[in-house]
């Protein structure tokens, strides 16, 4: 079994605009399941209850009857709902993590660039200031010469 070999990224380009989108849609990801499917679970959750002026009149009841199996349908009902939530509040939290992790990475992206641009500017300034390299042929003129 052999290890895995790490990716091949002599040519990645990245680019900000592509992040700050991917941040975006990731967002809008986040929107629909707070909005959108939170919603319809509580929509569930209330469906659940039952028409509350019709109480059960017999003891223990549930929506799916008094029996031992009806009782034991409706209580995997209820654990497959709070489940059900707790995943959508665990997925809204890691969407929210990647919008940001999204972000910040484009965030250093644009300060290496501004930072590269910079240190160009600088390299250009250092160039155009320097002397020029001597024109004859006579050694005597380069400044380290033994």
């Known amino acids: 079994m052999g290890g895995i070999q790490p990716p091949d990224t002599g040519d990645l380009q990245v680019s900000v605009e592509d992040l700050d989108a991917a941040a975006d849609?990731?967002?809008r990801l986040k929107q629909y399941v707070d909005d959108t499917i939170s919603y319809e679970m509580e929509r569930i959750k209330e469906?659940?209850?039952?028409?509350s002026s019709n109480a059960?009149?017999?003891?223990?009841?549930?929506?799916?009857?008094?029996?031992?199996?009806a009782r034991m349908q409706w209580q995997a009902l209820t654990r497959s709902t709070?489940?059900?939530?707790?995943?959508?509040?665990?997925?809204?939290?890691?969407?929210a993590a990647l919008k940001?992790?999204?972000?910040?990475?484009?965030?250093a992206f644009r300060d290496a660039e501004a930072r590269n641009a910079a240190n160009g500017k600088q390299i250009e300034r250092l160039l155009e200031s320097a002397a020029?390299?001597?024109?004859?042929?006579d050694p005597s003129t380069y400044p380290y010469t033994a």
Request: net charge negative; charged share 20%.
């Open 82 to 95: 709070a489940n059900m939530e707790a995943h959508l509040k665990s997925l809204s939290g890691r969407l």
């Open 47 to 51: 469906r659940m209850k039952g028409d």
């Open 132 to 137: 020029p390299p001597p024109t004859t042929g």
């Open 100 to 107: 940001q992790g999204t972000e910040d990475i484009a965030q």
């Open 25 to 27: 849609y990731v967002e």
């Open 56 to 69: 059960q009149t017999v003891p223990n009841g549930t929506p799916f009857g008094a029996y031992e199996d």
